[in-house]
């Protein structure tokens, strides 16, 4: 065996993991990463990406049923799911792909196998549940990721009752589904699976879908989603999920404890998720786990000298770009760079896929009240924007959220046709620190999406601006 | 209009650097992100990209350069559609009128510069203090609640990239009192660093500052302005340092300590008998230092630097002093990295070299003390109802007193002198 001796070595090679390794080796660190199974984590091969080729299908299908408006004829058009999925699985090989190029280019050593902390400084590697090697490190980061959550009684069978993995290979369209869980998986696949024509439910525990998004975000979605067909349960849970050959009956109970059911094809269960802390060799070190995350300070340090972690196996948000960054930072701790700054988790953008789009940054307007900001709210219906009517896509809203006093922005909140490549602009502006006027400053151009934020912003303070 | 390009400040702390070489020639065109020059400084050599587009039209200063001070210009680059035309009566930093400088061209030619010499202040004689030297980077949320408090951005430093001045530093400035401090004085403070009006007839020279002029301007304008001093003067007699100097420099040739070392261990050990002295103001909080990490001033070309000696009160006194003279030596070749001459807990600034009998030194922030040292002389003193001679010395400590008190201050200075007249206690 090569030399088994590193400055790094990276356990999980995800969107934080694989980043923080060729960052590592780029600042001239002997890196390794370990990966147990797809290079590029959950993120590439399971997660944000396949679901994206997904949804591109679903897109595509949805504009073809309206073809008709754009004065396009099209008939019979329908959806090969196989081919959807075989396209979803591609795109994620071939992104996977990407990532083993990247750290070879880096020279990073990718070691297979399972990573586990044993004894300071040292982790061993095992294949199959037999340690095959023992690597020795400065410094360990452990990137492991997440995996779907599981309820008591709602056990996960691969067949009826799916978690992301299943719905990401669905073998049939469901007749009908039950979405469990309104954050961005649950939304993404019940959107997907709307599109492609499933009868869709959606149950929600707490009072209103995504619930991260800002309240009013929340509830327009909501109504686009119900004319778009979809059943939504809020304030509801599952008591029980009853299989019965090909199909599984639901039990619902609602704050007031009143309870019904409902017979579906198929369940995807999308209730969060837990960290991966198992089998790490945490045991015996000072790392601590809360709630099945690492505990980690701002520079992703661990209680145990010389293990930090990143990501998903951290706490939230669970984003893979926030999980990156993490890795980033902690690397550039490590190596001593200098001005190296915590995360900003004010700038951290998330978006949904959804039809339409959700993205935000920032706090909503309820978290920058409770914080005590004296805000000025900005909004801008997409109904008013020439680019949005072109598109045929009029549904959506801007909200902007101002501290009235020093003028910072302090959130931006969307839904709407292409939202989630608009947020980046006031992601950009959130980190430049740009206040109300810079951004009414700003010009934008005429036929874009954009151009009605800046109404937005005008109608905000009673400046005109917009030429368009 | 030409854009003039300028030696680019690689880190907050940059000052000057090498122009290693030009990657691209007069009339080479070109884009935005293209490389046009590599710069060197102590660290590392970095590539100057183009930030525009448009047609290298004169190099100013050339490849191979050193000392070449931050916001020198460089280089000019024509914009689209400009020829070399476009460069006559063009100054870089548009200065003052091209009748009273030479041309640049007249003194591009590279040869009989000067190598030492920043090249470009030299063109601007008459010209306006450089205006992107001027410039604070500071965000726009950071500017409005500076200019909301009535802070002047000018004393406030930066921690954003390059450091640009950020919410963060502005609301901490704005908690250490720094904005009320400022508030009632801003007239007097804005003008500080930019010095008074020149007058307006005369015959005198203009100097541009340079970076580390800037510095020392805007600091101690800072410490002066919002730092309540007071002084407090003590005499030591040195015959026993003398002495015993004079003695452990005869048992080994390989140290020479000076009378500066011993009194470096001894405001390290005075500082560890009184921890509460070795502080800092917090604004809402003090922070007492756990190192014991002093900081000497060393005077050089054009300013002075303060390198510090870490954990002084854990070092043997060969080992100070080979320290402060390797230190002292790269502070004047201006080689010291940010990390030697940043941070420490107390100053020391030593005129006696110089016949000063006793001076009052002006206090380095953020620290809450400087210690001015005085020249060593013979001295009548009365000793035992008698006048006797013996060597003594003068020195004034200069205190925060929002941090040290009266009382504070003169228990610090009665060990100290303890330290210095009976310099085998310093041995334990």
Not at chain 2, 37 to 47: H, P, R, V
């Amino acid at each position: 065996m090569s030399d088994m001796n590193f400055d790094l070595v990276v356990v999980g090679s995800g969107p934080g993991g694989y980043v923080a390794a060729i960052r590592a080796a780029q600042l001239g660190m002997k890196t390794a990463v370990i990966e147990k199974e797809h290079l590029g984590g959950i993120c590439l091969n399971w997660g944000c990406i396949p679901t994206k080729a997904l949804l591109r299908t679903a897109d595509i299908y949805t504009l073809l049923k309206h073809a008709d408006e754009f004065g396009i004829k099209v008939k019979g058009a329908s959806v090969d799911l196989k081919k959807t999925v075989e396209r979803s699985r591609q795109v994620a090989g071939q992104l996977s792909g990407g990532v083993k190029h990247l750290l070879k280019k880096n020279k990073v050593t990718v070691i297979d196998g399972h990573g586990k902390l044993a004894g300071s400084g040292k982790v061993e590697v095992s294949k199959d549940g037999k340690v095959v090697s023992t690597v020795a490190a400065k410094h360990i980061i452990l990137a492991t990721g997440a995996r779907a959550r599981t309820l008591p009684g709602l056990e996960p069978d691969g067949k009826l009752i799916w978690t992301y993995k299943e719905a990401l290979v669905p073998d049939v369209t469901p007749k009908k589904l039950l979405v469990v869980g309104s954050g961005a998986i649950g939304i993404e696949f019940a959107s997907f699976f709307n599109a492609l024509g499933s009868d869709v439910t959606v149950v929600e525990v707490m009072d209103r879908i995504l619930p991260v998004e800002d309240a009013e975000i929340s509830a327009f979605a909501e109504k686009a989603f119900k004319k778009q067909g979809m059943t939504i349960h809020k304030g509801t849970t599952v008591s029980e999920l009853k299989k019965s050959g090909n199909t599984v009956t639901a039990t619902f109970k609602d704050k007031k404890d009143k309870t019904s059911s409902d017979t579906f094809d198929r369940v995807i269960l999308a209730v969060g998720i837990v960290g991966n802390v198992e089998n790490l060799g945490l045991e015996g070190t000072k790392v601590k786990v809360d709630r099945t995350h690492v505990v980690i300070d701002e520079f992703s340090r661990t209680g145990e000298p010389g293990v930090y972690a990143i990501g998903d196996l951290t706490g939230p948000p669970w984003l893979a770009h926030k999980a990156s960054h993490e890795g980033v930072i902690c690397v550039e701790k490590i190596a001593g760079e200098k001005d190296v700054h915590p995360l900003n988790t004010a700038n951290i953008p998330g978006c949904t896929y959804c039809h339409p789009q959700v993205a935000s940054v920032g706090m909503t307007e309820a978290a920058a009240k409770e914080k005590g900001y004296d805000i000025k709210v900005g909004r801008f219906p997409f109904i008013g924007n020439g680019k949005a009517i072109a598109l045929g896509e009029q549904e959506g809203l801007i909200k902007t959220i101002f501290d009235a006093k020093t003028g910072e922005l302090l959130g931006a909140h969307m839904v709407g046709a292409e939202v989630t490549e608009l947020i980046q602009g006031y992601g950009i502006a959130k980190t430049l620190e740009t206040t109300e006027i810079e951004l009414k400053q700003c010009m934008n151009l005429c036929l874009t999406l954009m151009v009605r934020s800046s109404t937005c912003r005008c109608k905000l303070f009673r400046q005109h601006m917009n030429v368009c | 209009m030409p854009i003039t390009i300028t030696m680019p400040a690689l880190s907050p702390t940059m000052t000057e650097g090498k122009l290693a070489n030009w990657q691209a020639k007069e009339g080479d065109s070109v884009a935005s992100g293209d490389v046009l020059a590599e710069i060197e400084t102590d660290k590392a050599t970095m590539e100057v990209e183009a930030v525009d587009e448009g047609t290298l039209g004169k190099i100013l200063v050339p490849g191979g350069t050193e000392n070449v001070a931050v916001n020198t210009p460089i280089a000019i680059l024509l914009e689209e559609g400009e020829d070399a035309s476009a460069l006559d009566g063009y100054e870089a930093e548009g200065g003052a009128a091209p009748a009273d400088t030479p041309a640049p061209t007249a003194e591009e030619k590279g040869g009989d510069l000067a190598p030492k010499a920043a090249p470009a202040p030299s063109q601007n004689t008459k010209a306006e203090p450089e205006k992107l030297g001027d410039r604070i980077f500071a965000s726009p949320l950071a500017r409005r609640i500076a200019k909301d408090a009535g802070l002047d951005l000018g004393s406030i430093s930066g921690s954003g990239p390059h450091g640009r001045i950020v919410k963060t530093d502005v609301e901490e400035a704005i908690a250490s009192g720094g904005a009320k401090a400022a508030a009632p004085e801003k007239a007097a403070t804005a003008p500080a660093p930019q010095a008074a009006t020149p007058p307006p007839e005369g015959n005198y020279e203009e100097i541009p500052l340079t970076s580390m002029r800037k510095t020392i301007a805007r600091r101690l304008s800072e410490a002066k302005q919002t730092i309540p001093h007071f002084y407090l003067t003590i005499e030591c007699e040195l015959d026993n340092l003398l002495a015993m100097r004079k003695e452990l420099n005869a048992r080994s040739d390989d140290y020479k300590i000076s009378v500066n070392d011993f009194i470096i261990r001894a405001s390290a050990l005075a500082l560890k008998k009184v921890p509460t002295a070795n502080a800092c103001w917090g604004g809402d909080k003090i922070l007492q230092y756990k190192d014991f990490d002093v900081s000497v001033a060393v005077a050089i070309d054009g300013g002075l630097i303060t390198p510090v000696v870490r954990n002084a009160d854990q070092k043997g006194l060969a080992v100070i002093s080979n320290e402060m003279k390797e230190l002292a030596g790269r502070a004047k070749e201006g080689k010291l990295m940010p990390e030697e001459y940043q941070g420490g807990c107390f100053s020391i600034s030593n005129l006696g070299m110089f016949g000063i009998k006793e001076f009052s030194a002006v206090i380095n922030p953020p620290q809450a003390a400087i210690l001015a040292i005085g020249a060593g002389e013979m001295r009548p003193v009365v000793k035992d109802g008698a006048l006797a001679m013996a060597n003594m010395m003068s020195v004034t400590l200069s205190c925060d007193h929002r941090v040290i008190d009266g009382a504070l201050g003169a228990v610090l200075l009665k060990h100290f002198k303890g330290y210095i007249e009976e310099p085998l206690t310093m041995m334990l």
